[in-house]
């Protein structure tokens, strides 16, 4: 609840320390907090973060046997976000 509180008054870097404490006290038995870290690392523009989160949400969800449907849109979008925002920036060619 720490977490929802933090998000709620938009202090994400808190909210973020508080998913990941919630996230190792649970270990495997409640990935959910995994989902709440990628979402707050998202809103903080790291996608790198985000896609790492929610990546160890899906291998835990499979090795209990249940990942939802939509796992695999959300990783693959992340996974374009993460790209786009670890690759140098474009510049336009001088002209002369």
């Not at 707050?40 to 790492?52: D, I, T």
Request: aromatic residues 8%; without cysteine; glycine residues 10%.
């Amino acid at each position: 609840y720490l977490g929802r509180q933090y998000e709620q008054l938009g202090n994400l870097g808190l909210a973020a320390q508080a998913y990941q404490q919630a996230a190792d006290a649970f270990g495997d038995s409640n990935p959910q907090f995994l989902l709440d870290l990628g979402r707050v690392r998202e809103k903080e523009g790291n996608a790198a973060a985000a896609l790492a989160a929610v990546e160890s949400y899906v291998r835990i969800s499979e090795g209990q046997g249940r990942v939802p449907e939509w796992t695999a849109e959300r990783l693959a979008e992340l996974r374009r976000k993460a790209g786009a925002s670890s690759a140098p920036p474009t510049t336009a060619p001088r002209e002369r």
